[in-house]
């Protein structure tokens, strides 16, 4: 069986022994991000004794909500700050306590969350609890809130005492995240044993190579932590630490297309996580690859103002049938064809396949999503899109349906379809070079920058002649081993009133009104096998499309 959220209750997440692109972050030049989980461990298995109250996993926390990137009720830490942990709950132990764990390793994405309510000065469900000495718009200038944190440098804990004789919390004088003069360890307003507990807690984390902090009680952080800058991104999650995932047998560079099947075995080696969107969807991806995606995320969110979304990922095989009949009845095979992809033969399969949406904000700095294909392909989000494109290869990933290159893809110009690759450096390669498409640098197809002309016409638009040209050229795609030359349309008085009713004739129930003609040429390879003759070109090969009013083209015939 997949391994995924769907299928395990324990999900898949971001489990990652490679370390994804380090990108820099604005305000600090040696801060760096990182998806790299390979040196963290679970608290529950480095620290047994220790008792958990994820706090941000459950909505009992200062925002009210389960915060990003916490998908599990867990704990991570580094190696060296888990062992130093265990001495301490040793050394408590001793003394009749147990370590109880608020929080440890944050996700970045988690820090992000809090900036984003802390700007909300509306949102104020747990002011009472959290925060009622203070106004909500002083949280951010004060440093309550703050753009980073060391806890996303994986050596920090948040935690308390355990009384193991009275089975309770231990009497701090205050509660974790409260947002105050109260919390600061040296406050003297409590009561001497509320203070006493609060020296046991901090003389024993100091014994084992924690330093405190001077405004909250609960924090502590190694002295010598292994991670001085770098913050990392990898959800809350077991999985993240777990090293039996199969992580790594999926090859990224797989090649699936309308000539390429989902390779056999695929699905039991594929691992993913799930994730939401702005409107609400569920979305299913292979771990890594969300991994990458949210590095993308935030570098676009931090340094160009882009507020990326998923549209979808991973598709099951009915999910890709029921996508390709509802096109089909919408639109018309043809379209289908050049747009959706036969179960099967589907990149999204995969779950390295991802398609994207983004947000604008409009004149109130209300956000919007730009959702809808037709949307997302109008001319003033191209610039958009062009700065997106230009910062893919760096997290992994490329740009797969390219302008003018249906004849190989086999599908439309797609600028919110990436697929990811698991190498930076092979990304940025195929990136470099305009045009290159993913069947062209492995070797599956050889591209001869064919003629493609629309001429002239008074029946139909140019926009009209090149999309008939691109319906063509998607069909031409799942002709294995034929290298088009060139597409040329015919002309509009190769199809009259005699052709319209024959291409009529041949779909019981049509009533095209309309049709055009083209013809193309083509070489076959030296190996080819079926109708067409090895390594001979077809200089002669004509294309019938016809179309109702108001309809899609249709591909009707094709003759040589």
């Known amino acids: 069986m997949r391994r995924s959220i769907c299928s395990l209750l324990i999900v898949s997440a971001l489990i990652l022994s490679v370390l994804l692109p380090c990108t820099a972050l604005a305000g600090g030049e040696d801060m760096v991000f990182s998806d790299d989980a390979s040196d963290f461990v679970l608290l529950s298995e480095a620290v047994p004794d220790a008792i958990l109250e994820i706090r941000y996993y459950s909505t009992y926390n200062f925002i009210g909500d389960r915060i990003e990137g916490y998908e599990q ?3 991570l830490l580094t190696k060296e700050a888990a062992a130093a942990l265990k001495e301490v709950s040793d050394d408590v132990m001793s003394q009749g306590y147990r370590l109880k764990i608020f929080d440890a390793y944050r996700p970045q994405k988690a820090v992000t969350h809090f900036m984003r309510w802390a700007l909300d000065v509306n949102d104020t469900r747990m002011k009472e609890y959290f925060y009622p000495e203070l106004d909500k718009d002083v949280l951010f200038p004060q440093g309550y809130i703050a753009e980073h944190s060391g806890h996303s440098r ?37 009561t001497e044993t509320q203070y006493n507990n609060r020296m046991i807690l901090r003389d024993a984390m100091l014994r084992h190579g924690f330093k405190p902090l001077a405004e909250e009680w609960w924090h502590f952080t190694l002295k010598d932590e292994p991670f001085k800058n770098v913050y990392f991104t990898f959800p809350v999650h077991s999985a993240s630490v777990n090293r039996n995932t199969g992580i790594g047998s999926v090859d990224y560079m797989a090649l699936v297309n309308k000539l390429n099947a989902l390779p056999e075995g695929w699905e039991d080696a594929l691992t993913t996580v799930m994730t939401g969107n702005s409107v609400g969807d569920e979305i299913e991806v292979e771990v890594k690859a969300f991994a990458a995606y949210e590095a993308l995320k935030a570098d676009l969110e931090e340094n160009d103002g882009i ?26 095979a043809d379209y289908a064809a050049k747009t959706v992809a036969v179960p099967g033969y589907s990149e999204h399969q995969t779950g390295l396949a991802l398609d994207l949406y983004f947000k604008v904000k409009d004149e109130n700095g209300a956000f919007r999503d730009v959702y809808y294909n037709e949307d997302m392909m109008k001319p003033e989000y191209e610039g958009i899109w062009d700065r997106i494109h230009e910062k893919l290869a760096s997290y992994g990933f490329i740009l797969r ?24 450096e092979t990304a940025k390669e195929i990136m470099a070079q305009p045009g290159m498409t993913l069947e062209v640098y492995l070797g599956a197809a050889t591209d001869a920058d064919p003629v493609i002309s629309t001429g002239e016409s008074t029946l139909f638009t140019q926009e009209e002649l090149a999309e008939a040209a691109v319906q063509i050229k998607c069909k031409f795609a799942s002709w294995e081993k034929c290298e088009l030359h060139s597409l040329v349309y015919a002309g509009d008085d190769a199809c009259d009133g005699e052709t319209l009713e024959w291409l009529n004739s041949r779909n019981s129930g049509a009533s095209f ?6 013809v ?41």
Request: charged share 30%.
């Open 73 to 75: 009720p867990v704990a």
């Open 154 to 190: 994986g050596s920090t804990v948040d935690l308390t005492l355990f009384d193991m004789a009275s089975g309770r919390e231990v009497d701090m004088g205050g509660t974790f995240d409260y947002f105050g003069e109260l919390s600061h360890p040296d406050y003297t307003d409590i």
């Open 307 to 332: 507020y990326l979304e998923l549209d979808s990922a991973r598709r099951s095989v009915a999910e890709q049938q029921d996508i390709m009949d509802r096109f089909i009845i919408k639109y018309g």
């Open 401 to 424: 349906y390219l302008k003018d290159k249906e004849y190989i893809t086999g599908y439309g110009y797609e600028p919110w379809h990436i697929r990811y690759i698991d190498d930076i």
């Open 513 to 518: 009104t309309r049709a055009a003609k083209f």
């Open 520 to 560: 193309c040429s083509f070489r076959t390879a030296g190996d080819i096998k079926g109708a067409w003759e090895p390594d001979t070109e077809y200089d002669d090969c004509e294309w019938y499309l016809a179309k109702a009013e108001n309809g899609s083209w249709e591909i009707v015939n094709w003759i040589y």
